[in-house]
């Protein structure tokens, strides 16, 4: 009979840093405290939640591994129960000890539990060995998630419009519009910190 060392727990807030360093090709770009902010308030989300789960897994005694598990639907607008097993995390020191399986086998555990037929869960694209595993697990692609900033998109968007359309020294409305509410935020900021 063989023994696993892997044992899977709820997040507490004192697991925070833990999962800020496991997590941090993943979460916003921000200041450290800022993303500790972050991490505090979805491990309380969790725990208060009967539709979420966020588990870490320990190997002998140290944290090695975490997911968030949710309850949503397949999309916004497909109404498919789903079991999401969002950020699936291994630190590298760890890797390759049944603790990703683990993780996975909560997720699958949880949806059987709650007699979901679907789990969905995401790898970044740059993560060879975790689209691998997640390959070998039946997990196949669905649809792609595509990331650009809004001034990239506006500057993309700009490029495809035909030169007889473009108006000379004439910004498009949606500029326009993203630069007047900066302005109010500013002056917003600026009245707050006055009084």
């Known amino acids: 009979m063989s023994r ?6 709820e997040a507490t807030v004192g697991d925070v840093p833990f999962l800020v360093c496991l997590w941090a090709d993943t979460l916003r770009r921000a200041e450290r405290e800022e993303q500790v902010r972050d991490l505090e308030l979805v491990v309380k989300e969790a725990a208060g ?14 944290a ?17 129960p789903t079991v999401q097993a969002l950020s699936p995390h291994v630190l590298p020191t760890f890797r390759r000890r049944a603790v990703g399986r683990a993780l996975m086998e909560a997720a699958v555990g949880w949806a059987e539990e709650l007699g979901v037929d679907t789990i969905a869960t995401a790898a970044p694209s740059s993560s060879r060995a975790g689209n691998r595993f997640m390959a070998r697990l039946s997990f196949g692609p669905r649809a792609v998630l ?15 419009t035909p030169t007889r359309e473009r108006v000379p020294g004439r910004r498009p409305i949606g500029q326009v519009l993203a630069v007047r509410r900066q302005q109010r935020g500013r002056a917003a900021d600026a009245a707050s910190a006055d009084s």
């Open 146 to 160: 595509r990331v650009s900033s809004t001034h990239l998109v506006r500057a993309q968007l700009t490029a495809l």
């Open 4 to 9: 696993t060392n892997v044992v899977l727990r």
């Open 49 to 62: 939640s009967p539709e979420q789960r966020l588990l870490v897994a320990e190997y002998d005694g140290e």
């Open 64 to 80: 090695a591994g975490a997911v968030l598990l949710r309850l949503a639907t397949l999309s916004p607008i497909n109404l498919e």
